[in-house]
């Protein structure tokens, strides 16, 4: 807790502070991540304009640009809360053959199969984060740690960061058709959290790229084309196909899902293609508003970094 002489403006405080974090001493010698020493702190040196009226117009500047970033960041909850809604209206919830909410010009039962009639399984690698990198290589490889953290559901290899397999790393055992193709789903078959346990992405596009499904991954492949790309995808984020995942994954600290637990499931879809592809589309539609709004946040955080840098005195001051 810092206590304010009238000279200087809180706000400002907080702000020069924020613009100069990496700056103020930390003893790093003990257990931990380290901390700040309050002698270090006391004599930390900052830079206040004599006028207090000038601190106030930078305090102002910086609050109102955390306002808008704040409200776009709400806005962008609200983006997702209503794509979190259509893919619980536009499939069938669990037990149901037909979804809440369906376009006019269809019509009829969704088609029930088992996992295993639509789709079979075939070989992943279990390469580790120390076989890979992002540097350079011929073979890109999915590590299940970031299908659970950054990976869009419907996976364009020329939008996502995807590491490379070691050069040194052998590959000549790996079949061709054990190679991600177009339609695909990797699922990863491990997580600490139930929610996430199970959860997959969908191959979409790969730009004549050679991709492999790696560690802690389940590689799916259609037996015969039933399902669109794009489709398949979102069908693996609704909720009958969520809940039956987690009803079948097993462990304690860690929970997994096995091929033979996973081929239990049951998988509702629409016979017609047509009414697949205009969910699909609907679908990656509001996905595109979400990384459109995404993208305009982390413009706004970058131009506040920008103005945290140019409102006050260069950091070459502090040396």
């Known amino acids: 807790a810092i206590n304010l002489n009238k000279e200087v403006y809180k706000l400002y405080l907080l702000y020069i502070l924020i613009a100069n974090e990496r700056y103020i001493p930390i003893d790093k010698t003990g257990i931990g991540a380290g901390k700040i020493d309050l002698k270090d702190l006391k004599t930390f040196k900052i830079f206040v304009p004599r006028n207090q ?15 808008l970033i704040s409200a776009h960041q709400d806005k962008l909850a609200a983006l997702k809360e209503h794509k979190k809604g259509l893919v619980q209206n536009l499939f069938p919830q669990e037990g149901q053959k037909v979804p809440n909410f369906r376009f006019p010009e269809f019509e009829g039962d969704w088609k029930v199969k088992p996992l295993n009639q639509i789709y079979f399984f075939l070989i992943n690698n279990s390469f580790s984060r120390d076989k890979l990198n992002y540097d350079n290589g011929e073979v890109k490889n999915l590590h299940y740690g970031d299908i659970h953290t950054k990976f869009s559901t419907l996976f364009d290899i020329r939008n996502e960061e995807v590491p490379f397999i070691n050069s040194n790393i052998p590959l000549n055992r790996i079949d061709t ?3 991600c193709i177009q339609g695909d789903i990797v699922l990863a078959d491990a997580s600490e959290d139930l929610n996430d346990v199970g959860k997959g992405i969908e191959i979409t596009q790969l730009n004549n790229e050679k991709l492999l499904s790696g560690l802690h991954t389940l590689l799916l492949r259609q037996i015969k084309p039933a399902l669109v790309v794009g489709f398949a995808g979102h069908l693996f984020q609704s909720n009958a ?29 629409p016979e017609n293609k047509l009414e697949q592809q205009k969910i699909a589309s609907l679908l990656t539609a509001q996905d595109e508003l979400n ?8 413009q706004l955080q970058k131009h506040k970094k920008g103005l945290l840098q140019g409102l006050f005195p260069q950091t070459a001051a502090y040396a």
Do not use: M, P, W
Request: some cysteine.
């Open 241 to 269: 196909v969520r809940k039956q995942i987690r009803k079948e994954a097993q462990g304690t600290k860690v929970l997994g899902i096995s091929k033979s637990r996973l081929s239990n499931i049951s998988i509702c879809h």
């Open 53 to 67: 009226k000038e601190q106030q117009k930078i305090a102002s500047c910086l609050s109102t640009f955390d306002e």
């Open 177 to 179: 058709e054990n190679y």
């Open 291 to 298: 990384a459109a709004q995404e993208e305009k946040i982390a």
